[in-house]
């Protein structure tokens, strides 16, 4: 991991989004800011990976889990939900083309403040406008807590907020994870988020274990260990003890045919699932 920049996973993601829209014409999801946000990054080594025809599963993959999230914001907008907060945002673009800005959107990307800077230099380089709905909200979380890094960039906890999670998760200690749960779960009700997580090495059938065991090592060696696991029964009873209803869990390898990808590679996700959990609303 390069200090300054978005992570290599974070990257990779992106990659993947702009890669399926070059090779799949963006049939899963559409993202038309992908290509340019991700510049010179097309030439990695690694990234480039991303590229390759017989990459497809995992493209869409990762095309779907972008999908189901911002299908679930634009459930919330429809809800009234006028904030939205992309944590840990790396580069992504919902912020730039947000189709409910009209609505009075509010989006506010957190993420480290050189990592925030050094983006900014690449949507400045890209040519893509940052809209006056999108502020970025730069926090260092080993000198400042969540709450009080959005509420400086004019964040209204007394409103209701939609978070999206994305690829952070299995990269945070069980402690960090609940603390971030249990600010959405203080927000008010009609307030959501999405993330994704990992079941442990210990619930999967042997073969999925050894492919996770190697993504495991790869991650670790790039500098991003996973952390935290959770099956599905203790995630719903945790976000349950904090005051959240899980609306929906479903894993990586059912998404791409949610949205008509087709059924996809079933080792493209081992053990990962993406939850879409509510604040519900007062009677």
């Known amino acids: 991991m390069q200090v300054g920049e978005p992570s290599i996973t974070a990257r990779a993601a992106a990659a993947f989004r702009a890669a399926h829209q070059r090779l799949e014409g963006g049939r899963v999801f559409r993202d038309p800011l992908a290509l340019r946000i991700l510049g010179p990054d097309a030439d990695h080594p690694v990234l480039a990976a991303a590229f390759d025809p017989g990459r497809e599963a995992i493209r869409l993959g990762v095309a779907a889990r972008a999908r189901f999230a911002e299908d679930a914001v634009a459930a919330a907008v429809g809800r009234g939900v006028r904030q939205v907060v992309m944590l840990g945002a790396g580069l992504d673009t919902y912020g730039c083309r947000a189709p409910q ?11 480290h403040p050189a990592t925030q800077e050094w983006k900014r230099d690449r ?3 890209a040519g893509i406008a940052v809209p006056p ?7 260092d979380f080993e000198r400042q807590g969540l709450a009080d890094g959005l509420a400086a960039a004019g964040f209204d906890p007394g409103r209701p907020a939609f978070v999206s999670w994305l690829g952070v998760v299995p990269y945070l200690t069980r402690a960090a994870v609940l603390d971030t749960l249990g600010f959405v779960a203080s927000l008010p009700g009609g307030s959501g988020v999405v993330f ?24 670790a060696e790039a500098g991003e260990p996973f952390l935290s696991h959770f099956t599905p029964g203790e995630i719903a009873t945790l976000a349950g003890g904090l005051g959240l209803t899980v609306a929906e869990d479903i894993r990586y390898g059912e998404l791409a045919a949610r949205y008509g990808g087709g059924a996809g590679d079933p080792s493209a996700g081992v053990g990962a699932h993406l939850i ?7 009677r």
């Open 101 to 111: 800005r009209a609505a009075g959107l509010r989006v506010f990307e957190v993420d």
């Open 123 to 125: 949507l400045a380089a």
């Open 133 to 139: 709905s999108l502020t970025f909200a730069p926090v």
């Open 196 to 219: 994704d997580y990992g079941e442990p090495p210990s619930a999967l059938p042997p073969e999925q274990r050894a492919i996770h065991e190697a993504r495991a090592a790869w991650a």
């Open 276 to 282: 879409h959990a509510v604040r519900p609303s007062a």
